[in-house]
């Protein structure tokens, strides 16, 4: 069964301290794995998409990191602001028929001063 | 260039009426998505619709409908509203396929059910 774990479910942080977001998967054939950031009330906004073949990718002080052979990945934030409290949802495409978007259920992360 | 737009922001209702919800893409997008979310089950997938065309659809019973306008702006109607239907509804554009294209998230409609 295709499925996106997140973890920790909940996070709280100081504010520019650094912090890594997990994400597994067991989505079978894999497209691309996304991470968006979903702000209280708001849609979510990508931050970034992995292809199979890519393992780091950087959006500011985001870095995400892919794993396909551990169906792995991580996403970590640098010197955290206030503005990065939010939810972050790990998505993993599936390439076959269909949408095939598999949405983990996301981390909630504050950041406090 | 203008965002995905949803109106309206926030509905009330109550059990048994019905509801439509209203998504305008980005200019050039011809593939609208649409997505429930509760704090239980997180972002789940409704339907995808392209060129007035559903083209791939969730797993939710039939009161879940949409459609897609030749100006590729889509409605989303739920009818015989039950109380489980309370959640925010989103919907994302992508210039074609949700699977392999960025998508653009509006900021959603909050529904309630009473």
């Known amino acids: 069964k295709n499925q996106v774990e997140q973890s920790p479910q909940s996070l709280i942080i100081l504010e520019g301290k650094n912090c890594t977001l997990q994400?597994?998967?067991?989505?079978?054939?894999?497209?691309?794995l996304r991470w968006y950031k979903q702000d209280t009330g708001r849609g979510p906004v990508s931050l970034t998409i992995m292809t199979f073949s890519e393992n780091t990718k950087s959006n500011r002080r985001y870095t995400a990191t892919l794993d396909a052979d551990t169906k792995q990945s991580s996403l970590h934030i640098t010197a955290s602001q206030l503005s990065d409290s939010a939810s972050y949802i790990c998505?993993?495409?599936?390439?076959?028929?269909?949408?095939?978007?598999?949405f983990g259920k996301g981390t909630t992360l504050s950041v406090s001063s | 260039k203008a965002g995905v737009t949803q109106t309206p922001r926030y509905l009330i209702k109550t059990r048994g009426q019905q509801v439509t919800l209203s998504c305008s893409p980005i200019?050039?997008?011809?593939?609208v998505s649409w997505y429930q979310q509760t704090p239980g089950q997180g972002l789940q997938f409704l339907f995808e619709y392209f060129s007035e065309t559903q083209r791939n659809k969730g797993n939710f019973p039939g009161r879940f409908s949409g459609r897609q306008f030749s100006n590729s702006r889509s409605e989303m109607n739920v009818s015989t509203l039950e109380l489980g239907d309370s959640a925010l509804y989103l919907c994302?554009?992508?210039?074609?396929?949700?699977?392999?294209?960025?998508?653009?998230f509006g900021s959603g409609t909050q529904l309630s059910v009473l």
């Open positions: 994400c597994n998967y067991t989505v079978s054939p894999f497209s691309n």
């Open positions: 200019s050039g997008h011809r593939s």
């Open positions: 998505v993993v495409s599936a390439r076959q028929a269909g949408t095939a978007l598999i």
């Open positions: 994302a554009s992508s210039a074609s396929t949700p699977r392999s294209e960025k998508l653009f």
